[in-house]
């Protein structure tokens, strides 16, 4: 019964990495026989290696048929670090996998030749040209935002940004994070407590506080977990901005804020986008204020800064002004946030 072997670093695991598996899996014959994908990864890289295991082992949880194994050590890149390079890899692959004659090494570079040679098994190139999935993952990793749908999707949560746009009332928030999403490829997540008090009715209770602290964990936690293939997620407000408005109304039990702060904290957001309040206020029964603005630009900064959590304040202007103001700022954002992705080296 031959098995197939695989041997990855996925720095970046994607969907070309997949592609790979997927056809080792098409290899096998008969019921029993597995993949043996082998992970290997480097304590210095910038990616950790639990999470690009356990991103392919969510990928496979439900096919027994492909085991994931872990290789978690310092062992030589290149044949030029090691005198016998290919007998160590040799050996290493080995601890894995009891290596048959009939086993396949499946590989989409030449150096699965001597990886098979050495193992004594047959080597079966895949996908060598990029012809049929044309996905690399130097280049996926050198342009993460707009390479993210070929990230494997159980990986992308690791790569992709969540930004929340924040300040005080009637400043634009809503408009600006519709705009971002669309103008960024970005998911758009808006207020839970609005679409809530539309529902049930605009008066504020303790009660119904603790249930926009509820709807907006688990929208937050929602769109940090299950959304998919867009490299950020737009929210048109986040728990920190529930806390300023339990700061602000000064109801709720040292009880009910005490959990608010701590869901925010675990849900914080990436970056923050601060709109500037210097506009005219427009009324809403739905705001604290009613007919006034309740807060300032400078309460939301400084409760940013308590909190030591990164943003950027859009200065005034139109709205086209704006928007690419604050579309430089989450684009720099996200290429900082990965420099040491794209520049990594083995």
């Known amino acids: 019964m031959p098995n197939t072997i695989v041997l990855m670093t996925a720095l970046v695991p994607t969907t070309g990495h997949k592609y790979l598996i997927d056809y080792a ?10 993949v043996h994908v082998i992970v290997g990864t480097l304590e210095q890289e910038p990616v950790k290696g639990i999470d690009r295991v356990v991103a392919f082992s969510r990928a496979y949880i439900n096919d027994s048929r492909v ?83 070929q990230i494997l999707p159980e990986f ?22 519709r705009a971002l999403a669309k103008e960024l490829n970005g998911w758009f997540v808006p207020e839970w407590a609005r679409e809530y008090l539309e529902t049930v009715g605009a008066e504020v209770t303790d009660e119904r506080m603790r249930a926009i602290i509820q709807g907006q964990s688990a929208l937050q936690t929602t769109a940090r977990d299950d959304l998919k293939n867009k490299p950020f997620v737009f929210q048109d407000t986040d728990l920190f901005s529930t806390l300023g408005y339990y700061r602000l109304w000064g109801g709720g039990t040292d009880h009910d804020v005490d959990l608010c702060e701590y869901r925010a ?82």
């Not at 290493?92 to 050495?118: Q, T």
């Not at 895949?126 to 993952?137: A, I, L, Q, S």
């Not at 992308?156 to 994070?177: D, N, Y």
Request: glycine share 6%; with cysteine.
């Open 156 to 177: 992308q949560k690791h790569i992709r940004k969540t930004v929340t746009i924040f300040g005080a009332e009637s400043c634009g928030k809503t408009t600006m994070t």
């Open 265 to 346: 904290k675990r849900l914080k957001s990436d970056f923050y986008i601060v709109m500037n309040d210097g506009i005219p206020f427009e009324a809403d029964p739905l705001r604290y204020g009613g007919d006034k603005r309740e807060s300032k630009m400078q309460f939301w900064i400084d409760l940013l800064e308590e909190y030591n959590l990164p943003y950027y304040v859009v200065p005034l202007g139109d709205h086209r002004q704006q928007l690419n103001s604050a579309c430089r700022a989450v684009i720099q954002m996200f290429d900082e946030a990965h420099k040491h992705i794209r520049e990594y080296k083995r």
């Open 25 to 34: 899996k098409n290899l096998l014959h008969y019921v029993g026989d597995q």
């Open 67 to 149: 085991k994931i194994h872990w290789l978690n050590r310092d062992v030589p890149q290149e044949p030029s670090e090691h005198p016998d390079f290919w007998n160590v890899w040799r050996d290493i692959v080995r601890e894995f996998v009891d290596v048959k004659p009939d086993d396949y090494f499946v590989a989409s570079e030449l150096y699965g030749m001597d990886m098979a040679n050495v193992l004594g098994c047959q080597f079966m190139p895949c996908n060598r040209y990029r012809e049929t999935m044309p996905v690399k993952g130097t280049d996926v990793r050198h342009d993460l935002m707009d390479s993210f749908d």
